[in-house]
């Protein structure tokens, strides 16, 4: 039976002031089953940072619930939250952010040393083992390439055994040979370790290697493939709805059986 590790109910993000409010999201329900890989895509301020931040609690929905494994992040103080961030949620950004005066071994560690914690060197090395870099555990990040920082960044991330791994657009910044080695790491760690991803990308061939695709646009999830997706298909449904966003909205729901004109 498979469960739902992430869930989102009616989220509502409004940026920007009372005369003039930015609708970053506009009640977005979906959920995030355990074990499974989810690609997020959109145009640009569609509002995919801003699902992954509050279904991280990095950032707090104007409106909505969000459920990581059981525990409701409205219910949570802010020392709940940090906590539940710290342990729970493992999050990876574009820009790597890895701390550029420590080794790889060192930033792995990091998340556990803040929580006070004294990690055993096994397994740091395990960690580094598992994104390929055993042989890199001393370097600094300005030695590494940037596809190694990145992993360096999963493998920090992952450190604490976290139940879900958000990433912001983790390619973005890589050429497509180390993309392919990124993407195919969080595939492996889904298939191999049961681990639950979601991932923003606007890039079609990095959303194939997902079991699922999120459509969003104006803050609002439009679209929804699962099965069969290839590059080719993403590519397509995307270039469907900019074409015609209307038409691709009714196709959308008749597939998903809502609408029977
Ligand atoms: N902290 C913020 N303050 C004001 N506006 C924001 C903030 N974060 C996001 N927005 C706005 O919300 C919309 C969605 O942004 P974002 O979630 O970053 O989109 P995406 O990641 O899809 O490009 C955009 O119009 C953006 O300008
Ligand atoms: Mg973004």
Same mark, same amino acid.
């Given at each position: 039976?498979?469960?739902?590790?992430?869930?989102?109910?009616?989220?509502?993000?409004?940026?920007?002031?009372?005369?003039?409010?930015?609708?970053?999201?506009?009640?977005?329900?979906?959920? +995030?089953?355990?074990?499974?890989?989810?690609?997020?895509?959109?145009?640009?301020?569609?509002?995919?940072?801003?699902?992954?931040?509050?279904?991280?609690?990095?950032?707090?929905?104007?409106?909505?619930?969000?459920?990581?494994?059981?525990?409701?992040?409205?219910?949570?103080?802010? &020392?709940?939250?940090?906590?539940?961030?710290?342990?729970?949620?493992? +999050?990876?950004?574009?820009?790597?952010?890895?701390?550029?005066?420590?080794?790889?071994?060192?930033?792995?560690?990091?998340?556990?040393?803040?929580?006070?914690?004294?990690?055993?060197?096994?397994?740091?090395?395990?960690?580094?083992? @598992?994104?390929?870099?055993?042989?890199?555990?001393?370097?600094?990040?300005?030695?590494?390439?940037?596809?190694?920082?990145?992993?360096?960044?999963?493998?920090?991330?992952?450190?604490?055994?976290?139940?879900?791994?958000?990433?912001?657009?983790?390619?973005?910044?890589?050429?497509?040979?180390?993309?392919?080695?990124?993407?195919?790491?969080?595939?492996?760690?889904?298939?191999?370790?049961?681990?639950?991803?979601?991932?923003?990308?606007?890039?079609?061939?990095?959303?194939?290697?997902?079991?699922?695709?999120?459509?969003?646009?104006?803050?609002?999830?439009?679209?929804?493939?699962?099965?069969?997706?290839?590059?080719?298909?993403?590519? @397509?449904?995307?270039?469907?709805?900019?074409? &015609?966003?209307?038409?691709?909205?009714?196709?959308?729901?008749?597939?998903?059986?809502?609408?029977?004109?």
């Amino acid at each position: 039976m498979t469960t739902d590790t992430v869930t989102l109910t009616g989220l509502r993000a409004v940026y920007g002031t009372p005369s003039r409010p930015v609708t970053a999201l506009d009640g977005v329900t979906t959920s +995030f089953a355990s074990g499974t890989f989810t690609a997020v895509m959109g145009p640009s301020g569609s509002g995919k940072s801003t699902l992954l931040h509050c279904a991280a609690g990095l950032d707090s929905p104007t409106e909505g619930i969000v459920t990581i494994d059981g525990t409701r992040l409205n219910d949570l103080g802010e &020392d709940e939250l940090t906590r539940l961030r710290r342990d729970r949620i493992g +999050f990876v950004f574009q820009a790597f952010n890895l701390v550029s005066t420590l080794t790889a071994a060192q930033n792995v560690e990091l998340p556990l040393r803040l929580a006070g914690r004294r990690p055993p060197a096994r397994d740091v090395a395990a960690a580094l083992d @598992a994104v390929g870099l055993a042989d890199r555990a001393g370097h600094r990040p300005s030695e590494l390439s940037g596809g190694e920082q990145q992993r360096v960044a999963v493998a920090r991330a992952l450190i604490t055994r976290p139940v879900v791994l958000f990433a912001d657009e983790p390619t973005g910044a890589l050429d497509s040979a180390a993309s392919r080695q990124v993407l195919q790491l969080l595939r492996a760690l889904v298939d191999d370790h049961g681990q639950t991803v979601v991932m923003v990308t606007h890039d079609p061939s990095a959303a194939a290697y997902a079991d699922r695709v999120l459509l969003l646009a104006d803050g609002r999830v439009v679209d929804e493939l699962t099965g069969g997706i290839t590059a080719a298909a993403v590519a @397509a449904r995307i270039a469907e709805r900019e074409a &015609d966003p209307v038409g691709a909205s009714r196709h959308a729901a008749e597939t998903a059986g809502e609408l029977s004109c």
